[in-house]
């Protein structure tokens, strides 16, 4: 095998189909890395995988609704008797479900945690293991601001975001010995499917908010994922980066 060949490597993104994710998938991609999409539907990530091929990279589509910590394992099961170690991984994939506490169902609780935070530990637990015997590894948990700040309306959301920065933290310090970085990034308000149905009154106080005075691209995210995924960024780890115009200081 070639050195290239060799030294390419494999990420897994989740929630590639769409928004961040497809931003960040398409980034390492053409970062030389092969990248598999994960998302909740196949028409989603089989598009997003698609795209990436069309303009040279290599990208295969995963469909698996990561709140099934089983879909996770066999999943992981899979591409580790393919691959033997996945190198990139990035936690992405979430959802809202906004209510006031006293409004709030315990089935919207439990789908958040489920699918933005435990989620992690399933993909983590699964893929890290052969991370830390290759010796080299990089682990990146989209959070959000909302867990630095709180939000009124997203107790669920923000429990969830606060939770990934934790488990951030603790992973960087259990496999930094192995030379597995584990960082995370916290966007603002970014131009997606999941803001774009907000009222439009809750945007302008939002963009009010923002230093820079503009709501983020998917692309503010990518670049910040791509460089942490990167060579670059070996000595950082255990950190949270605000991507988010100046929202949060
Ligand atoms: P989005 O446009 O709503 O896209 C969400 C992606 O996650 C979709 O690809 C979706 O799959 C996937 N997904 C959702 N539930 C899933 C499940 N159970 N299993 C597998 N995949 C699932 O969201 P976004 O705005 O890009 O947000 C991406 C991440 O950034 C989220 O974790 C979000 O909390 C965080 N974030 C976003 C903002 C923002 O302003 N947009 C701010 C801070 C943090 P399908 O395509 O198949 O439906």
Sequence with gaps: MSEDLENKKTAVVTGAGRGIGKSIAEALARDGIEVYCVSKTESSCGAAAEEIRANGGVAHALPIDVSSGEEIRTACDKLLEEKGCIDILVNNAGITRDNLLFRMEEDDWNAVLTTNLTSCFHWIK????????????????????????????QANYAAAKAGMIGLTKSLAREFSARSVTVNA?????????????????????????????????????????????????????????????????
């Design 185 to 249: 990034i916290a966007p603002g308000f970014i131009d997606t499917d999941m803001t774009s149905g907000l009222d439009d009154r809750v945007k302008e106080v939002a963009l009010g908010t923002i230093p820079l005075k503009r709501f983020g691209k998917v692309e503010d995210i990518a670049e910040m994922t791509s460089f942490l995924c990167s060579e670059k960024a070996s000595y950082v780890t255990g950190q949270v980066f605000t991507v988010d115009g100046g929202m949060v200081m």
């Design 126 to 153: 699964a893929l890290g293991r052969p991370m830390t015997r290759k010796r080299w590894g990089r682990i990146v948990n989209v959070s959000s601001v909302v867990g630095l700040t709180g939000n009124a309306g």
